[in-house]
Structure formats: structure tokens, C-alpha cells
């Protein structure tokens, strides 16, 4: 008799490390990175074998952290107890809208019912997972997927303000041509707002690249990755009275003395106000007033990062793997 269950515990065992695996290096520019990170702190590896890992959320109901691997169309949920399983098939493509690639979810966030949010690029939408977390196959319920009456290119990364309005960047990932595709329909890669009172608001569509986002711990500083090859920099603006004000450039790749694989894309603000943020060479850890402390180097491209709620861990994907790092109290 065919045992279904074990098979796909079989499976999985293939993608989940199985042994601890550590990667990487930790460079340290100033000392100030040792409030982070400390010496003896290695990059771990808990799951591999994946496409293109992307968009972890710590999920405190399910103990773990949720990613998406964006090719395969998938998300999976890791935890210390059960190891990595599969959460969501399809993720991201459920043929909503024309689409030119078979994309899944990439950036995912809570709302603040503790409801999923996703970025899903094959979708074209921002999309909430139905309550039920059980759904086989899953259950998803539009938020956003137009603007002014045109599709949006394929939402990448979000992040909730305090009072729960929805910030969201719109790059043309998700197009088998981007800005040259066919099915593009806006001319340009957006910054959005989105609330039940307002709708959608467009805040800017100057970055070529928008990719991760992510607000100051006072609310005052939105930060933007531009992953732009030609313009690899995370962006900064002042949010007054619900728009993106006096744009500048907070930190330039040019300033990074040891550059390594991939571009400035999630990025996420850590209790401190400190920068976790994606880029050339792995995680760059960069202090409020953008200097560079240093970089968590896991040897190959990293997409996004998270932190569970006590900042205890930062948990990465890292093109094929997820792996984390003890962080200091």
C-alpha cells in the first residue's frame, strides 16, 4: 500500500538540511556590529533545494516562519519542531489575471487580525489568504490588483503602518519582459497605499526598481530598495500626512568596499532602528544614519530577510537555501 504521508515526508527531508550546515561569513566594518552579532554567531542552514527563496514572515499562531520559492509557485512553513512542509500550492499564480510567467507569491506580511497578506507576482494582485489557514487547495481574497483601471505589474513587497494602511511596491519582476512586456499596462513601477477609506493611492513612481519597503520605528522614514542594477540603492523618504516626501538616496552601493552576488531588495528595521537590508553580498546591517557596520555574507544572493518577535533570529532566504543567524539581545 502506498503511503502517501511518508512519501511526502520522504520528499521534503530532500529540500530540509540534514545535518546542521553552516555558510557564509560574517564581515564586520565597525564595531558597532557586535551589538548584533556576535563572534561566535554562524549563518545556518535549515532548509535547501529550493528555486528562488523569498518573502519570510515569522508567523507567531503557527510557531515558524513562513517563504515563498516564487518559480515554483509554492510557500512553505518551517519550524523548530516539524522541520519544513509545504503551506501553500499554488502560492502566487492561480490564473487570476494574463500573465506572462508562472510565478508564485514573493513578499508576504501580517495584517492585524494576523490574516496572511501576499504579494503575488503571477496574480498581478495583492491578495489575503482566507481565514481558514487549511484550505487544500488554498482560498485567496483580492485586496488590490489595479490601478486607475489598468492591471499593476506584480506586487513584490508590503508592509502595514501602525494604524493599518497597506505600503506595497509594484516592480515589473513578475513579466517575462518587465517594462517591455506586452501585458504591461502602466508605464511606470509604483509606489501604493492602500486603505478601506481611500483605495489605492499612488505615492511615487520615480525608482526604477522598487523593491522592499519598510518604515522607521517612529513612522516618520519609509525606506525603499531599488534593485535597479544600474542604480542599486536604498532609497529614503520622509511619510507626512500620507505621502512620500524629500527623496534621497540613504545608502549607495558604491560605498560598499566588498561587493558579492545580488541587489538591494526586502529589507526590514530592526528594534533599534537598524537596517537589515538585502544587498550586494548578503544582508548588510546598516546603523539609522546609513553607516555601513557590516554584512552577514551567506555566499550567494539574498532575497529578503525576518525576525521572529524577539529578534532572537534573523531568518534569510538566500537564493536556494533558508538559514538564519543568532542575533544578540
Excluded at 523548530?80 to 513578499?107: C, I, K, W, Y
Excluded at 482560498?139 to 492591471?151: A, L, R
Excluded at 519582476?173 to 493611492?201: C, P, R, T
Excluded at 526586502?266 to 557596520?293: C, M, N, Q, Y
Aim: hydrophobic letters at 40%; one cysteine or more.
Amino acid at each position: 500500500m502506498f503511503n502517501k504521508s511518508l512519501f511526502g515526508f520522504i520528499f521534503l527531508s530532500v529540500l530540509t538540511a540534514k545535518c546542521q550546515e553552516f555558510i557564509g561569513e560574517i564581515e564586520r566594518l565597525d564595531s558597532d556590529m557586535g551589538l548584533f552579532v556576535s563572534k561566535e554567531s554562524k549563518i545556518e542552514v535549515l532548509a535547501s533545494g529550493f528555486s528562488w527563496a523569498e518573502g519570510p514572515v515569522w508567523v507567531p499562531k503557527l510557531n515558524g516562519v513562513l517563504f515563498t520559492d516564487v518559480p515554483k509557485n509554492k510557500a512553505y512553513l518551517w519550524t523548530e519542531r516539524q522541520g519544513l512542509s509545504v503551506f501553500l500550492d499554488p502560492s502566487g499564480m492561480t490564473n487570476h489575471a494574463p500573465h506572462s510567467s508562472n510565478e508564485g507569491a514573493n513578499g508576504l506580511v501580517l495584517d492585524s487580525n494576523d490574516a496572511l497578506v501576499l504579494s503575488q507576482h503571477g496574480d498581478r494582485r495583492v491578495a489575503r489568504l482566507n481565514d481558514n489557514w487549511q484550505l487544500d487547495p488554498p482560498s485567496y481574497e483580492t485586496v488590490i490588483d489595479h490601478f486607475e483601471g489598468k492591471w499593476l505589474n506584480s506586487p513584490n513587497d508590503l508592509v502595514f503602518s501602525k494604524n493599518g494602511d497597506l505600503f506595497f511596491t509594484d516592480p515589473p519582476y513578475g513579466l517575462n519582459q518587465q517594462d517591455d512586456d506586452i501585458l504591461k499596462e502602466l508605464d511606470f513601477n509604483g509606489i501604493f497605499k492602500w486603505s478601506k477609506k481611500e483605495g489605492i493611492v499612488l505615492l511615487n513612481k520615480t525608482l526604477s526598481r522598487p523593491n522592499g519597503i519598510a518604515f522607521s520605528k517612529d513612522e516618520k522614514t519609509v525606506y525603499i530598495g531599488n534593485s535597479d542594477r544600474e542604480n542599486l540603492i536604498i532609497a529614503a523618504f520622509d511619510y507626512i500626512d500620507g505621502a512620500l516626501k524629500n527623496k534621497r538616496v540613504f545608502f549607495n552601493s558604491k560605498n560598499i568596499l566588498r561587493k558579492g552576488p545580488g541587489s538591494f531588495d526586502g529589507l526590514k528595521v530592526h528594534s533599534s532602528g537598524t537596517i537589515f537590508a538585502t544587498g550586494p553580498g548578503g544582508v548588510l546591517v546598516i546603523g539609522p544614519e546609513g553607516k555601513h557596520l557590516g554584512t552577514i555574507r551567506p555566499g550567494k544572493a539574498t532575497a529578503n530577510c525576518a525576525f521572529d518577535v524577539a529578534e532572537d533570529y534573523l531568518y534569510l532566504t538566500s537564493t536556494d537555501v533558508l538559514a538564519r543567524i543568532k542575533l544578540n539581545k
